[in-house]
């Protein structure tokens, strides 16, 4: 069975860092992983999608990385600001076609201005 | 969102009583999902639809049935409701077009209180 662990689960910086939010995966045999956004008492915002054969994808102030063998993935997110300030979640599909997600508990985020 | 709708947004319910949650989309996305957000659990999948009247179990699938008569709409069910059953619920899709990434896309969650 698939498990998704995220590190750390909370984290609080001041503005204009750089950080990393770090997810590991227990089976390296993906078809994708994702990160999501999830602002209090909202849904979940997709953020970068990695295939299982890339290594990397970026958008914006964001780069994501993936490392199947080692079964880990981490999100950078550069210059934070305070509007970063959300819950951070990573999920894996584990099949193609219509199998569903296995979630991390996530990574509380509070950048301080 | 890419247009997914979920209705009710709230709803508070007593003991044993039957609750539908309605999932729609207008994006034409063949997989429909549900899950249940719970603190210290995480995200965790409830059932799926891989196409219409199509579905399968997920992790979490005890107490909780759905239907999927056409593309646009995903309902779950929870034929008596319990305290357990109390949580967040999140639809998503997937599977637009030919050579799609899978990439899932979630709807705004319903809020349910079983009392």
């Known amino acids: 069975k698939q498990e998704v662990t995220q590190i750390p689960a909370a984290l609080s910086v001041p503005e204009g860092e750089n950080l990393v939010l770090n997810c590991s995966f227990t089976d390296s045999a993906i078809y994708n992983l994702q990160w999501f956004r999830q602002d209090p008492g909202k849904g979940l915002t997709s953020l970068l999608l990695?295939?299982?054969?890339?290594r990397e994808q970026t958008s914006g102030r964001l780069n994501a990385s993936l490392d199947k063998s080692s079964g880990r993935s981490t999100l950078y997110i550069a210059a934070s600001q305070p509007g970063d300030s959300a819950t951070y979640l990573c999920?894996?599909?584990?099949?193609?076609?219509?199998?569903?997600?296995?979630f991390g508990k996530g990574t509380h985020l509070i950048i301080q201005p | 969102d890419a247009g997914i709708t979920q209705s009710p947004r709230h709803k508070v319910t007593e003991t044993g009583t039957p609750v539908t949650l309605r999932c729609h989309q207008t994006e034409n996305h063949r997989y429909m999902y549900w899950y249940r957000q719970d603190p210290g659990h995480g995200l965790r999948l409830i059932h799926y639809s891989y196409g219409v009247k199509d579905t399968d179990k997920g992790e979490v699938s005890d107490g909780y049935s759905v239907s999927r008569s056409k593309t646009e709409d995903f309902l779950l069910t929870l034929e008596s409701a319990t305290s357990s059953q109390t949580s967040v619920y999140f639809c998503?899709?997937?599977?637009?077009?030919?050579?799609?990434?899978?990439?899932?896309?979630f709807g705004p969650g319903t809020r349910l209180t079983v009392t």
């Open positions: 998503a899709i997937s599977g637009r077009g030919t050579g799609s990434s899978y990439e899932q896309y």
């Open positions: 990695i295939q299982s054969s890339q």
């Open positions: 999920a894996v599909k584990s099949g193609g076609g219509a199998d569903g997600l296995t």
